[in-house]
């Protein structure tokens, strides 16, 4: 079975900086796409980044460029979300997500396998 656990959540300052991290496992990964996004309360689950390893490709919402930085351990089958200068409304459960393929989708329905969620609150 696939599994992904996210770790890293927290509670931080405004201008502060948490380093999320995506185990997975029950697949080999290193064709697929690992997406991050994130849900606040009372909101819709939004695309945060992506990443996919054989291409090369990176993506980012508006929101996080600059500030936040995906990257990933193909041979850990791991995925980090580096996230810097956080902002109050950067506050939500973050969830780790995989897309069987490497298209880089910002899409939530095109990911298959998703995490628990690990919460971050930034507080200002």
């Known amino acids: 079975q696939v599994q992904l656990v996210e770790s890293g959540g927290g509670l931080v300052q405004v201008g502060g900086s948490l380093r999320l991290s995506c185990a997975a496992s029950?697949?080999?990964?290193?064709?697929?796409?690992m997406g991050w996004f994130r849900q606040a309360p009372g909101k819709e689950r939004e695309f945060v980044s992506a990443i996919t390893w054989n291409g090369g490709k990176r993506a980012y919402a508006d929101s996080v460029k600059g500030r936040f930085t995906i990257s990933g351990d193909n041979a850990k089958n791991t995925v980090y979300l580096q996230m810097n200068s956080l902002k109050p409304e950067d506050t939500a459960v973050y969830y780790c997500?995989?897309?069987?393929?490497?298209?880089?989708?910002?899409?939530?329905?095109?990911?298959?396998?998703w995490g628990q969620g690990t919460q971050v609150t930034v507080s200002s």
């Open positions: 029950g697949r080999t990964f290193s064709r697929y796409t």
């Open positions: 997500a995989a897309d069987p393929d490497s298209q880089l989708s910002s899409n939530l329905i095109d990911y298959d396998y």
